[in-house]
């Protein structure tokens, strides 16, 4: 970034950093500069600030820190995935429990379709990483909780997610 501001280009826009955490600190995986589905549904459902404002402040040159809001509450996905995800999957399986999900957070969950479309009136599936499902929580232990109580509520033939999602941020927290 000091680089690209260096030679009269500076970066304007979204950048994702993909990180492992290791022993010797955080490493780099990859940069992207656009919404990751399952890395930024999180911190999209603790953005309290307009997204619109700050991508047009963004555009304009205009964007300053109190224009990004934050609340203060941890955040979790959970992809819910087709059968034979990541490679070959079956496409057009009808999908159920969605409302029931987001209900089930009180506000705090969100069911992100990536792989959907509608048949009719019926939600299916059309791709490997189905859904993310997201929630937020007071901690990392209420998110992850919320977020897996409410896959439970979703159903499509063969649907599978991992359950160790957060299970590395909790023992970083000592929790």
């Not at 109580?149 to 999602?165: L, N, S, T």
């Amino acid at each position: 970034l000091q680089e690209m501001a260096k030679r009269g280009h500076p970066f304007t826009g979204i950048l994702y950093a993909g990180l492992m955490m290791t022993q010797g600190g955080p490493k780099v995986l990859e940069y992207n500069v656009r919404f990751g589905d399952p890395e930024c549904q999180p911190l999209l459902m603790r953005l309290t600030s307009d997204l619109t404002a700050i991508m047009l402040a963004c555009r304009s040159g205009r964007l300053t820190p109190e224009l990004v809001r934050w609340s203060p509450q941890s955040a979790i996905c959970v992809v819910m995935a087709a059968p034979g995800y990541p490679g070959a999957y079956p496409k057009g399986m009808p999908i159920t429990g969605i409302e029931a999900a987001e209900a089930s957070g009180g506000g705090a969950v969100k069911v992100f379709q990536a792989g959907t479309k509608l048949d009719g009136t019926q939600v299916v599936t059309s791709g490997g990483r189905v859904l993310g499902v997201t929630a937020l929580g007071a901690d990392l232990a209420a998110a992850q909780a919320a977020a897996y109580q409410a896959a439970d509520k979703i159903h499509f033939e063969g649907a599978f997610y991992r359950r160790d999602i957060g299970e590395k941020g909790r023992k970083r927290e000592g929790k």
